[in-house]
Nanobody, 122 residues
Framework: QVHLAESGGGLVQAGGSLRLSCVAS????????MGWYRQAPGKQREMVAV???????NYADSVKGRFTISRDNAKNTVYLQMNSLNPEDTAVYYC????????????????WGQGTQVTVSS
């Protein structure tokens, strides 16, 4: 069993910063990539940032230059530093892991956290 747990969401004023964290735990063989997605009310879930085990990073155009994704492989943890937040960043942020579990080392499965709310007031 693999579990992802997010933390760090909250309410912040426009122009402020937040840092999200996500820890992967359980029966993990390896982690290919971890990332952050978000879903605003009435909208589809969208990719925010992804980082691979080799530290390749990919960002949504809307967050480039403002958000930074990083990971600590030893701790199976991914972070999202969010700066210069604006009301359009308001959403539930979900952690995603592309993980090979011990029970199936040759297949990569998608795992999701429960989500953490980020609200940016104007």
């Amino acid at each position: 069993q693999v579990h992802l747990a997010e933390s760090g969401g909250g309410l912040v004023q426009a122009g402020g910063s937040l840092r999200l964290s996500c820890v992967a735990s359980g029966s993990i063989f390896s982690i290919d990539a971890m990332g952050w997605y978000r879903q605003a009310p009435g909208k589809q879930r969208e990719m925010v940032a992804v980082i691979t085990s080799g530290a390749y990073r990919n960002y949504a155009d809307s967050v480039k230059g403002r958000f930074t994704i990083s990971r600590d492989n030893a701790k199976n943890t991914v972070y999202l530093q969010m700066n210069s937040l604006n009301p359009e960043d308001t959403a539930v942020y979900y952690c995603n892991g592309k993980i090979r579990p011990m029970s199936g080392k040759f297949s990569v499965n998608d795992y999701w956290g429960q989500g953490t709310q980020v609200t940016v007031s104007s």
